[in-house]
Structures are given as C-alpha cells and as structure tokens.
C-alpha cells in the first residue's frame, strides 16, 4: 500500500462549480502538507501548503488537513476553465536527516468545462 | 527568466546510450532533486543532494546516477538507456533555510525522454 492515496480521476465538472479533491495517507509521521498543479506539459506548481491540521485559504483556494483521519482536502470555489489541470497532494516528515521527502499522491485529473 | 531550467526538454535516444539530463537553478537553493513521472505511477524521488558534498539515494536510483557539479546545477545520468527509463524527468529544488521546514520544493519544466 502506497503512503499516499489519490484517486486519478478524471474529474470533469462545469464552470462555476465547487470542486472537491482529496488525499488519504497512512503514516502519521507526515506533518507539512501541499498541493502542486501540473498542466500538460509543465512541471508542478506549488499551489498550497499547511502544517498540521486546519485550513487555509487562498483566494478560491481551500486547503483542509484533517490528521486524525489521515484526510487532506482541497476545495476550489467556482471553478473556471483555466483550473483545468492536474492536482497533486504532497506531504513530508518533520525530520531533517531525510531531507524532507516529498511523498507524492499520483494526482487527480481535473477538467473545467465552459 | 525560469528559475528551474532543465535540458533537453526533449530527447530521443535507442537502447545502450549514455544519456545526461542537466538542471540549473537561479532561485539560489541548496537542495535539488531528480525525479521522474509515469503515467499512473505518480512522481517518484530517483536522487537527491543536500549540498555540493550530498548525494542520496531516492526511491528509484537503480540504473542512475547523478553529480552535483556546484550548488546551482544537478545532474542526472543513464549509463545504458533502456526502454522502462522512457518517462518525464524533473529537476526541483528546495531551500533549508527557508524557516519552515517544509521541503517546498520548486518544480522545472521536466525533459521527455523517449527510450527506444
């Protein structure tokens, strides 16, 4: 069983709508959490990181991390073509010696239609 | 200017060749990483250093190797290509300093690299 957990989707939703995107995890050690956007074609971005659990937003940006349940989500508020992407979770330890690690989800594939 | 460079964005070589895939890095960080993407595979970790003195191996380094010529550049090599290294191939950096301890790390624009 892999440490991340993402469904890959594809997701395809209209514009305007609420989207939801999720990672579970499975090692409670992780303690910063981010979400990367990759277009086709592009390296990942970094679109949002939180430590621990709480939320935190960003414009029509949420990012939610619930470490009791080893959930993380990502909220977009009305969504638009051009969030058309896929969506990458990541997280790492809080330790030094690994040189923090980065454990990617396989990303989830999102399509905004006009 | 990009901060993250990465040459060749695209490469096409047969089975057995050398290849080197180069990375530099303006953003002025002292880690840098390898990795590469396959579809339904996610990203996985192949090499990563710390500093100019650091190499580590990561999830996938069989087949690989890497030098870190000086803080701003990475490199990554296949001694003989074969068809199972045909992936997209990325150079990230990330910052010690930074004062999170995150390990946000700083995506290139990725190298294609197609095996045949």
């Known amino acids: 069983q892999k440490e991340v957990e993402q469904d890959p989707g594809p997701l395809s939703v209209p514009e305007g709508a609420i989207v939801s995107l999720n990672c579970t995890y499975s090692?409670?050690?992780?303690?910063?959490f981010m979400w990367y956007r990759q277009y086709s074609r592009k390296g990942p971005e970094l679109l949002m990181y939180?430590?621990?659990?709480g939320n935190k937003e960003d414009g029509r940006f949420t990012a939610q991390v619930d470490k009791s349940s080893k959930y993380i989500s990502l909220f977009i508020r009305d969504s638009q073509p051009s969030d058309s992407a896929t969506y990458l979770c990541?997280?790492?330890?809080?330790?030094?010696?690994?040189?923090?690690?980065?454990?990617f989800g396989k990303g989830t594939s999102l399509l905004v239609t006009p | 200017d990009a901060d993250v460079t990465q040459t060749p964005r695209n490469r096409i070589t047969k089975t057995g060749k050398r290849i080197m895939l180069e990375c530099s890095q303006t953003?002025?960080?002292?880690?840098m990483y390898w990795y590469r993407q396959d579809p339904g595979l996610g990203l996985r970790l192949i090499y990563y250093?710390?500093?100019?003195?650091?190499?580590n191996k990561g999830e996938i380094s069989d087949g690989y190797s890497v030098s870190r010529q000086a803080q701003a550049k990475f490199s990554l090599s296949l001694e003989s290509a074969i068809p199972n290294q045909t992936a997209l191939y990325f150079c990230?950096?990330?910052?010690?300093?930074?004062?999170?301890?995150?390990?946000?790390?700083?995506f290139g624009p990725g190298t294609r690299l197609t095996v045949l």
């Open positions: 090692n409670s050690a992780f303690q910063y």
């Open positions: 990230a950096t990330s910052d010690l300093f930074r004062g999170r301890g995150s390990n946000e790390q700083f």
């Open positions: 990541a997280m790492s330890k809080s330790n030094s010696n690994s040189g923090y690690a980065l454990n």
């Open positions: 953003k002025g960080h002292d880690r």
């Open positions: 250093s710390f500093d100019v003195k650091d190499i």
């Open positions: 939180t430590y621990s659990s």
